[in-house]
């Protein structure tokens, strides 16, 4: 089934590396190439991220309130805001123990999974390790991951409630920022609590500027990379033999699942001033996108850019984005699913698929597959 996930942008990205796309009624260019897409990127005074609400394809506006930190906003302002949560975000490489609890969380959610006759990965497995792990990130006790969990598997879209998740996901973060004034302690809501930027406190709105992204932005791309991966291993068995061959081939292979994978399709910029865009005109207060999995498909840096290979060497992709406004779960991620990737060898003998449903994002001009919905395999443990 990961043979199902094409690329949608190959014939534009190699005619005129832009694809028009129709979003909402709105005309947004796509940057296609990968070179194109690093000077992009980077040139925040051309296309500029302070846009609320409307850093992916279709406005937030119905589900949050609040402009996402340090997302959008541009430098100098985004470099002092992006500096008070990166010590927190980048403990999984400066902490010890961090890789200890990862690898812990990853062997306990196994053990359950287990226990199925034919395991389900994408609720059954990815999603309680990407709770699980997010609360060791933050620093947050146990409990609150069962409750990200039921929360489904997009923040924003797909609680078991039924219910629109942006109110409650502001609602929640409000009261966790007022539990940590009472009971203070050294977890992200203490540590935004006692921040301070330009002299004065973070205000509450800023506060859940950061709980936004920070709950919305990490999910996808580790619940759709870590049940991608269980689809490849089912249909690809040799691969996990391949992967015990040399350590090394857990660490190319973690780069290469999130190039191939690419959950996020675009980040869109919008333009202060009218830009010229290839043979297009971007209208002052135009939107562009950078459109991520084209560029990690590009074929003129990544040979048989549409396989899978699991020692790709060099991958210079931007599954994690590019420039000032990098992704800061940079490096949680790759942790998470290189261990992962370690377990499966470690623990599983075989793996066979029984069913996988796509995950497709459909857009008037064109659809991908980002992950999937349902992944359901029978295991032989080792």
């Not at 936004?212 to 040799?238: K, Q």
């Not at 560029?295 to 599954?319: C, M, T, Y």
């Not at 406004?325 to 699913?337: E, K, Q, T, Y």
């Not at 793996?351 to 295991?379: C, D, H, N, W």
């Amino acid at each position: 089934m990961m043979s199902a996930n094409q690329d949608p942008f190959k014939k534009d990205r190699e005619d005129s590396g832009v694809h028009t796309a129709r979003v909402d009624g709105e005309t947004i260019p796509l940057i296609l190439t990968l070179r194109e897409i690093r000077k992009t990127a980077k040139d925040w005074q051309t296309f500029s991220s302070d846009n609320p609400l409307m850093c992916v394809l279709h406005s937030e506006a119905h589900v949050r309130t609040v402009r996402q930190l340090p997302l959008e906003i541009d430098p100098p302002a985004h470099t002092e805001y992006r500096s008070i949560v990166e010590p927190i975000f980048k403990r999984p490489k400066s902490d010890p123990a961090y890789a200890v609890a990862i690898e812990r969380i990853i062997n306990q959610a196994l053990d359950q999974w287990f226990q199925a006759n034919e395991p389900e990965a994408v609720r059954g497995l990815a999603l309680p390790i990407q709770c699980h792990a997010l609360a060791v990130l933050l620093q947050m006790p146990e409990a609150a991951a069962h409750e990200w969990i039921s929360w489904g598997v997009h923040v924003f879209h797909d609680r078991d409630d039924g219910n629109d998740a942006g109110p409650v996901l502001e609602a929640y973060t409000q009261k966790q920022f007022e539990r940590a004034k009472e009971e203070p302690g050294n977890d992200f809501f203490s540590i935004l609590n006692e921040a301070e930027i330009q002299g004065r406190k973070l205000s509450m709105e800023e506060k859940q500027g950061y709980a936004n992204v920070t709950f919305a932005g990490g999910r996808d791309t580790i619940i759709n990379t870590l049940s991608s991966i269980v689809a490849y291993v089912a249909e690809y068995p040799e691969s996990l033999h391949f992967l015990r061959e040399d350590e090394q081939h857990l660490i190319t292979a973690t780069e290469e699942f999130v190039r191939y994978v690419s959950p996020l399709t675009a980040i869109t910029r919008k333009c202060p001033h009218s830009t010229a865009l290839h043979d297009q005109t971007v209208a002052a207060g135009g939107r562009i996108g950078l459109c991520w999995p084209s560029a990690n498909r590009d074929e003129d840096v990544f040979d048989q850019p549409d396989k899978v290979i699991l020692n790709r060497k060099p991958n210079p992709h931007v599954g994690f984005g590019f420039g000032p406004h990098n992704c800061l779960g940079a490096p949680h991620a790759p942790l998470v699913i290189r261990s992962f990737l370690k377990q499966l060898c470690n623990r599983i003998e075989t793996m066979q698929l029984i069913e996988a449903t796509p995950k497709v994002e459909q857009e008037e001009t064109f659809s991908r597959m980002s992950g999937y919905e349902s992944v359901t395999v029978r295991v032989t443990p080792r």
